[in-house]
């Protein structure tokens, strides 16, 4: 894994040169090296990557259809702002898939995928859990449900994820740490999942899985909609 949260490849490998610009623009933006509103220039980019236009404006094109680009016909090309109602619906969209590959592979787990998916668990636990929306905290979440979602083999599921939710899932909503309390939520959270993948319990990890994206990201980008980013305590 790099130092920021990556989309999975596993379903369409990129090897073209749209793809690679595609994929490069994609990354500049979920990490917020290129800001929202920020202007996309399209002879700045040619001398920056070194290509010519054709491929830039074709990833631009593929970007604006996923979202994350906006253009305007002889006015802008710039960076899509960050719509906090789309971001709750798509982690909500994302949780039922995650929930649904957990539920399916957790009975099913070898030894080896189990002590694997149980590591990516502690990794989580041994960090600042009020800088899980944050992209350090990012990337440790989605290693461990990219893994999850892999496992399930279900290209389906993948292609959704891959295409329409995981790039704006990535886009951090969260500019500083939450309260020590709610990083201790998240952590009392994650326990009942992996006490389900020690048990192979697929129903239990799915319900676990609900539940922690509910209350750790859907809630909460619904909450920030109103100014808000605090949740009940109870």
Same mark, same amino acid.
């Given at each position: 894994?790099?130092d920021?949260?990556?989309?999975s490849t596993?379903?369409?490998?990129?090897?073209?040169i749209?793809?690679?610009?595609?994929?490069r623009?994609?990354?500049?933006?979920?990490?917020? $090296?290129?800001?929202?509103?920020?202007?996309? $220039?399209?002879?700045?980019?040619?001398?920056?990557y070194?290509?010519?236009?054709?491929?830039?404006?074709e990833a631009?094109?593929?970007l604006?259809?996923?979202?994350l680009v906006?253009?305007?016909?002889n006015r802008?090309?710039?960076v899509?702002?960050?719509?906090?109602?789309?971001q709750?619906?798509?982690?909500?969209?994302?949780?039922?898939?995650i929930?649904?590959a957990?539920a399916?592979v957790f009975p099913t787990l070898?030894?080896a995928?189990l002590?694997s998916?149980d590591?990516?668990?502690?990794?989580?636990?041994?960090?600042?859990?009020? $800088?899980?929306?944050?992209?350090?905290? /990012?990337?440790l979440?989605?290693?461990?449900w990219i893994?999850?979602?892999? /496992?399930?083999?279900?290209?389906?599921?993948t292609e959704?994820?891959?295409?329409n939710?995981?790039?704006?899932?990535s886009?951090?909503?969260?500019d500083?740490? /939450?309260?020590?309390w709610l990083?201790?939520?998240q952590?009392?959270l994650?326990?009942?999942l992996?006490?389900? /993948?020690? *048990?192979r319990?697929?129903?239990? *990890?799915?319900?676990?899985v609900?539940?922690?994206f509910?209350?750790t990201t859907v809630?909460?980008l619904r909450a920030?909609?109103?100014?808000?980013?605090?949740?009940?305590?109870e």
């Open positions: 894994m790099t920021e949260p990556t989309p596993k379903a369409r490998p990129r090897t073209l749209r793809d690679q610009v595609y994929a623009l994609a990354q500049e933006i979920v990490t917020g $090296r290129l800001a929202p509103l920020e202007e996309i $220039r399209d002879q700045d980019l040619q001398a920056e070194g290509v010519s236009r054709t491929p830039i404006r631009l094109i593929r604006t259809d996923v979202g906006e253009m305007s016909s802008f090309t710039r899509a702002p960050i719509d906090l109602q789309a709750a619906d798509r982690a909500e969209a994302a949780g039922a898939l929930a649904y957990a399916k070898t030894d995928q002590e998916l590591a990516r668990m502690q990794a989580i636990l041994d960090s600042d859990l009020t $800088r899980g929306g944050m992209p350090e905290g /990012l990337r979440w989605f290693a461990l893994e999850v979602i892999e /496992l399930a083999d279900n290209a389906i599921v959704i994820l891959d295409r939710l995981v790039l704006h899932l886009r951090s909503v969260q500083s740490p /939450l309260p020590e990083g201790e939520r952590r009392a994650l326990e009942p992996r006490v389900a /993948l020690r *048990a319990d697929g129903a239990a *990890a799915r319900d676990a609900f539940e922690l509910r209350i809630e909460r920030a909609i109103t100014g808000d980013w605090r949740l009940p305590r």
